[in-house]
């Protein structure tokens, strides 16, 4: 047999093939010597006194793709780094608290963030610099990456001394901006609640929905802490401005008008071209919204978008066996948005003349196109991203429209789909979960409760351990990590929370119990108030931080704080309620500072300065007559309630009352409650009453 020498070589496999992340999968082929984030990297760049070159991001992000093509996969840049740094690759969205180190260190140091996020390390991991994404070579007045390279690796060698005395420097300071606080004695005022507000209003887009400029994030806490507030004060002006960005965002491109979900953000104000990336926790937050904005407002459309968001979310996001993935990419066939978009010429082959034009005109498609990858050197021509351009259809249209969509569907079912990254994380499956369990409270689809129930069953045997109750946070592949982060503790607990209270299975809140305890033991400061983003002991990070910003995710505090306050007032357990007081202090500088920067803490702060109120239904869980009233009770836009049951650890008044053959509802605020109701509309009614 005769062997071909000349074959190209097969490329060889780096350290991060032993990984189970995505991301670093991803790049187990690169000709760099990559690490992931432990010891063996520390103690090597210890021992060879090189600095650590450290590279984060997550495997659907857009741009650590075309930096990977452009630099990670090129000979020259790779022998560089190999014999000047040691390289380290860490998945941000399974290691979160390293990333807010670097993260906090890259905004301090140049103003913007994102990914890829790439910094510069001592041995002993404090870092000296870093940026973005860096190109290949100098263009357009950006320094390229090898660059870059060359003239820190010359800094290293001829000045080590200061390059170490800039890093202590930065290090302190960090550690400073980071883990420091300024505690208040007391909660912040109501007047803070209407501050935010007011400033949040005024960001607000009147043509197009949305509050601030291109590019547009959904940030769900922001329009979630408006409705809290139009409901308080009666700002129809607030209300307004919320249920028209949920109009104006299901209408546009950032949401998938064939398959359902939302994409990261839009890259326009008008919310028409997404980068397309799909994560989960923005569709479970946005399903939430979605489920405020129907009860708000009636309007069956915004119901509509969260059935249309969960079909996705059941349909492409979920395990066999319950767990929710994290996130679909936004390339395909190496083109971003290639597997959503559309040309002229693909429509007319699929549609019927008559179809073409209904959805041509629905769609606003054009022969030119409105999307261009300009980070593609050969983009492709004539994309259109779909988006709800013109909606007043007449029955036949609306038949047509109909038809059109599934041949699209069908069509875009056979292309190839973008990478899914099919981690399972305890952090954002416990988002997803309050919003699908809330879902079935709102909506009554019974499809949701049996996917919550099955979810949690999911994570609590792969990533609990009852016996020592401890939560990890990610699962893959059979296994699990052994990282413990508050965002996982304080997600799952909203999410099962959430769970309980549109079931009232006891065994849910004794769950809830655990998890609560189990993350303040190993996360709060009971010294000065705050959660820690990670657990005590960790040993490889320069310092742990507390993490306060409400971004496109909420931060653990914010999460960790209404949870404890919900579940203290569920439960009457004061320790709960106290750690949530605390933790309002520890921030009530920064509340009244930086408001618009912590709504979802807001919503916290609005929970504990006004009395919730307690919905206590007696009767058998999961009884037809019991889940008649506990339907009416989540029915109503209601600013601070809880549900309860009155078996399991609940509170004494809830505890104490008889089951009997009839379920009844009692409406309860401080000690004083309400006549039993043994009618649905009557709950409803009570419960929409304005408060006093």
């Known amino acids: 047999m005769q062997t071909n020498n000349n074959l190209p070589e097969a490329p060889r496999a780096n350290r991060l093939a032993r990984e189970k992340s995505p991301y670093l999968l991803q790049h187990q082929f690169n000709p760099v010597d990559w690490h992931a984030w432990n010891e063996e990297a520390f103690a090597r760049a210890r021992a060879e006194q090189k600095p650590i070159f450290l590279s984060i991001g997550y495997s659907t992000c857009h741009w650590c793709h075309v930096m990977e093509r452009e630099s990670f996969e090129d000979r020259a840049v790779a022998d560089f780094l190999n014999q000047n740094f040691i390289s380290i690759k860490v998945d941000r969205e399974e290691r979160p608290d390293v990333d807010k180190i670097y993260m906090s260190f890259v905004q301090a140091m140049t103003g913007p963030g994102g990914w890829p996020l790439n910094v510069f390390l001592t041995p002993a991991l404090k870092p000296f610099f870093g940026g973005t994404y860096f190109p290949p070579e100098d263009r357009q007045g950006r320094v390229g990456f090898l660059t870059v390279l060359r003239q820190l690796a010359s800094v290293w060698r001829e000045r080590r001394s200061e390059v170490d005395a800039s890093a202590e420097h930065i290090h302190q300071r960090l550690a400073e901006v980071v883990t420091g606080g300024r505690p208040g004695d007391d909660l912040p005022p109501t007047a803070v609640l209407d501050r935010a507000a007011e400033l949040l209003k005024q960001h607000y887009d009147p043509r197009h929905g949305g509050f601030g400029s291109a590019p547009k994030f959904p940030q769900p806490s922001q329009p979630r802490f408006l409705l809290r507030h139009a409901g308080r004060r009666g700002d129809a002006e607030a209300r307004r401005m919320v249920l028209h960005t949920c109009e104006r965002m299901a209408a546009g491109g950032i949401n998938d008008q064939l398959g359902g979900g939302f994409s990261r953000y839009s890259v326009d104000a008008e919310w028409l071209v997404p980068h397309f990336e ?65 040309t002229t010429e693909e429509m007319e082959k699929l549609l019927t003349p008559e179809e073409y034009r209904a959805a041509g005109r629905y769609f606003g498609v054009t022969e030119p196109g409105n999307f261009v990858d300009h980070s593609h050197p050969q983009p492709l021509a004539g994309q259109n991203v779909l988006s709800i351009v013109s909606p007043a259809l007449d029955e036949r249209e609306a038949g047509l429209l109909a038809s059109a ?119 709060f400061d009971a010294e000065n108030g705050g959660f820690w983003q990670s657990a005590q002991g960790v040993t490889d990070l320069i310092f742990r931080a507390k993490e306060e910003y409400d971004g496109a995710e909420p931060s653990g505090n914010s999460v960790a704080t209404l949870a404890l306050l919900r579940l203290g007032k569920i439960t009457g357990r004061a320790d709960f309620t106290e750690a949530a007081l605390k933790t309002l202090r520890y921030f009530a500088v920064k509340l009244t500072e930086q408001p618009q920067g912590m709504t979802g803490m807001l919503q916290a702060l609005d929970f504990a300065l006004h009395e919730p109120r307690r919905v206590v239904i007696t009767g058998i869980p999961g009884e037809p007559a019991t889940r008649a009233l506990l339907h009416a009770a989540h029915r109503v836009y209601q600013l601070n309630k809880v549900v309860l049951g009155t078996q399991g650890p609940v509170e004494e008044f809830a505890r104490g009352l008889p089951c009997k053959e009839a379920p009844e509802a009692y409406l309860c605020m401080g000690s004083a409650c309400q006549a039993p109701l043994k009618k649905p509309e009557e709950i409803a009614q009570l419960l929409g009453a304005p408060d006093e």
């Open 405 to 523: 969509k599934e041949k699209l569907r069908a069509a875009r079912a056979r292309r190839v789909r973008p990478h899914l990254d099919d981690k399972i994380l305890a952090s954002w499956n416990g988002l997803m979960l309050g919003a699908v369990a809330r879902a079935y409270a709102v909506l009554g689809d019974d499809a949701c409760r049996a996917a919550a129930e099955k979810n949690l069953a999911f994570l609590q045997a792969t990533l609990w351990d009852p016996g020592r109750k401890v939560l990890y946070h990610r699962w893959r592949d059979g296994e699990r990590d052994d990282v413990r982060l508050l965002s996982g503790h304080a997600f799952l607990l909203a999410g099962v929370t959430d769970l309980y209270e549109a079931t009232l299975k006891p065994e849910h809140l004794e769950f809830a119990l655990s998890l609560a305890e189990s993350m303040i033991a190993a996360f």
């Open 278 to 342: 799909k994560m989960l926790y923005d569709n479970a937050q946005l399903i939430q919204l979605y489920l405020d904005a129907f009860l708000v407002s009636g309007d069956a459309r915004h119901a509509e978008t969260a059935r249309q968001t969960l079909a996705y979310v059941f349909r492409d996001m979920t395990h066999p066996e319950g767990g929710f993935f994290s996130a679909e990419d936004a390339d395909s066939e190496g083109h971003e948005g290639k597997f959503y978009c559309w």
